[in-house]
């Protein structure tokens, strides 16, 4: 076991079978040592024992063909150079079909190919004037001396590059990493699970069928799994051991604010506040996320939750990740809650305020950003801290807010609502409370996808609105314009939508204007000074103006399926029809197919669950914000299973050995911090 943990951990500048020359291109790509080239996994695997025919006509799902190179060309088109390779399918005869692969200002692909050169290529095919192209295709040039069954005549691994760094010097490099494994001694890739680390690995490089690929990605992504669920459990029972107190109350404070209320809180709102009252009430320190659609009313249960802790004598804290989230939640606050007299201030990097008189005490409820993580002692009675937006705050963040004893009880939030998988990953230390109900006043918003050269209809469409005495959003994905981004700003097009949209007036918010401008701006589209808000995601949460119906989204591609949703959730807050239009002029099959998703439904879950089957795990597993290992294998949408075996491993590993000393977890955990540089350490 030794001697094959300490083998893994060689650096590859230290190794006599890795070329020298691929040494810095490989630590580009993380690969420090033999462990790491091990976890370089392919990006996909290729059928290259029995290749498909040309395609015939435009799909969505991509093909891997062979062909020979007939011609090489090279022309410029609307200022960019365009190289085509016309490739032959080589079966004869007139039935021999052509494909022709292309590549924008990508002058050094023409510098690569030949006529005469076999060509493996990999891409979406699309029907054009009666041709069928390639745009941008992995491509692989094949030499027949070297069709050996690394490369060829087998299922074959594609891998992740880097400049400098071509696909058949790596996979010849994978396949001897894969071999050397024999020199050493094999082990087990889990605590108690007879399954081979050696074959594992070599199977998913290298496999033998589809099978045994899928076999070899279902074991290691298991691993991954286990190696996650361990940080969590050990989280969950560390804080479970850290001291508390208790926070219970008689409860009038909130059921007084419920009952002040103009409309009843749904059924959902009320079980949650529950849930909260038993924790608050509970000696050990809450740790509960709730999560919900947009508009599902979690502001409101958090509300309650702060009064709870209020009414036994403790303070609270809400934290938000931008100035403007925490300005709307307090205002928020002292709306409702002024009629009964709850002390509120607001703490934020530029401005501090309250609701009452220094002479009457210490606040009750301080609302701020993450400045309130640099105050001195801001809350010397903290007995509750609410986070909103937790997504967008790291783990060491969270966590220190929390470094007091005893510890105050936590509440976490989100409008993002969550896979359960995804929820048993990135929060599987926290208690689970889901807002699945909207308030029933509530109406559905209309959204259709447009293509850019409809703007003139839509601004129609938004003037008619704006005559019906509503308010507009229109978003923009960037500030200024810029060489690298072919996209519209929203400084550029302030100008021509306050000529197109006379006399209605027209404000700009985004990120760099300072918070008192921010502020001015927002209390001014509030008040209904003015009517449209040309604007970027500065205004994707905590923006609450009933009056806003519209929202028009140029370069709807740009963002993703969630913050389309996010930015979405700022209208319908009222009474009347609302509508979102995403502009857009990309002809992406995939980009289109996410856009539509957002025509077909308002149900944030079925959202959340389409943009992690669109952006894949690792996206959502940022190690920053999760402080928890990246996943490379492991879906968490298709292997929730594996999700639910990992889990229990997790906790036997932990029910057996609390401190995780006995020599087999010591191993496995020795290789988890290994292949998990930089994450957090365990049970941060």
């Known amino acids: ?303 309650a939750a702060m009064l709870e802790a209020t009414e036994a004598g403790f303070q609270t804290a809400l934290m938000a990740p931008t100035q403007v989230l925490a300005e709307q939640h307090y205002r928020t606050l002292v709306s409702w809650l002024k009629p009964m007299n709850i002390r509120i201030a607001l703490r934020t990097g530029i401005r501090k305020e309250e609701s009452f008189l220094p002479l009457q005490g210490e606040p009750e409820i301080v609302v701020g950003t993450h400045a309130l993580l640099y105050e001195t002692d801001p809350l010397p009675r903290l007995g509750l801290v609410v986070i909103d937006e937790q997504h967008k705050f790291g783990v060491l963040q969270r966590a220190q807010l929390l470094q007091r004893d005893p510890v105050p009880d936590l509440l976490v939030m989100t409008a993002t609502p969550i896979p359960r998988t995804l929820a048993m990953t990135l929060y599987g230390d926290l208690e689970v409370s889901t807002l699945a109900e909207k308030p029933g006043n509530r109406k559905g918003i209309i959204t259709g996808v447009r293509s850019s050269n409809k703007l003139p209809e839509a601004a129609e469409f938004l003037r008619d609105r704006l005559k019906a005495m509503r308010q507009a959003y229109i978003i923009y994905p960037v500030i200024e314009e810029s060489d690298s981004l072919s996209v519209k700003a929203a400084t550029t097009e302030f100008k021509r939508w306050e000529t197109l949209l006379k006399p209605f007036s027209c404000g700009l918010l985004h990120g760099r204007l300072d918070g008192e401008e921010r502020e001015r701006v927002m209390e001014r589209f509030r008040r209904g000074e003015i009517q449209v808000l040309i604007a970027t995601t500065v205004i994707e949460v905590g923006v609450d103006v009933p009056n806003a119906t519209v929202m028009l989204i140029e370069n709807a591609e740009r963002f993703g399926l969630a913050q389309l949703h996010q930015l979405r959730g700022r209208i319908g807050r009222g009474n009347h029809q609302s509508y979102c239009i995403l502009m857009t002029d990309t002809k992406d099959p995939l980009a289109l197919a996410k856009l539509s998703i957002l025509e077909k439904t308002n149900d944030g879950f079925e959202i959340a669950e389409a943009d992690l089957r669109f952006r894949g795990p690792g996206d959502l597993l940022g190690t920053a914000q999760s402080g928890l290992p990246p996943l490379r294998l492991a879906d968490l949408l298709e292997d929730a299973d594996l999700l639910d075996e990992a889990r229990g491993v997790a906790r036997n590993i932990l029910d057996r050995d609390p401190k995780l000393q006995l020599p087999a977890n010591q191993a496995f955990l020795s290789i988890v911090m290994e292949s998990s540089k930089g994450w957090a350490t365990l049970g941060n």
């Open 1 to 303: 076991m030794d001697q094959a943990k300490d083998a893994l951990e060689t650096p590859i500048s230290e190794i006599d079978w890795i070329p020298s020359a691929m040494v810095r291109p490989l630590h580009r790509l993380g690969v420090v040592t033999w462990s790491d080239l091990l976890k370089h996994y392919p990006r996909r695997h290729e059928d290259r024992s029995e290749f498909s025919r040309f395609p015939t006509s435009s799909s969505d799902k991509a093909v891997c063909v062979r062909g020979m190179v007939q011609k090489v060309t090279s022309r410029y088109f609307s200022g960019r150079n365009i190289v085509e390779a016309t490739l032959d399918e080589g079966q004869g005869g007139a039935l021999s079909g052509r494909l022709i692969c292309r590549w924008f200002n990508q002058h050094y692909v023409r510098r690569m190919l030949a006529a005469g050169q076999t060509l493996v290529v990999y891409g979406r095919p699309k029907e054009q004037r009666r041709r069928i192209y390639l745009d941008h295709p992995d491509f692989e040039i094949i030499e027949e001396e070297e069709e050996n069954l690394i490369h060829m005549n087998r299922i074959t691994p594609v891998y992740p590059l880097t400049d400098g760094l071509r696909q058949r010097p790596l996979r010849t490099l994978m396949f001897l990493a894969v071999q050397r494994l024999n020199e050493i001694e094999d082990r087990q890739v889990l605590p108690g699970y007879m399954i081979s680390f050696r074959d594992s690995i070599e199977q998913l490089h290298f496999p033998e069928s589809w099978a045994s690929l899928q076999k070899a990605r279902r074991t290691l992504a298991l691993v991954e799994l286990v190696e996650i669920q361990v940080v969590v459990e050990n989280r969950r029972r560390k804080n479970n051991d850290r001291p508390g107190h208790t926070h219970a109350s008689s409860g009038k404070r909130a059921e007084k604010f419920l009952k002040g209320l103009p409309f009843q809180p749904t059924e959902g709102q009320r079980r949650t506040i529950e849930e909260i009252r038993a924790d608050l009430a509970a000696s050990r320190p809450m740790a509960r996320l709730l999560h919900g659609d947009v508009g599902a009313g979690k502001t409101l249960v958090a509300t």
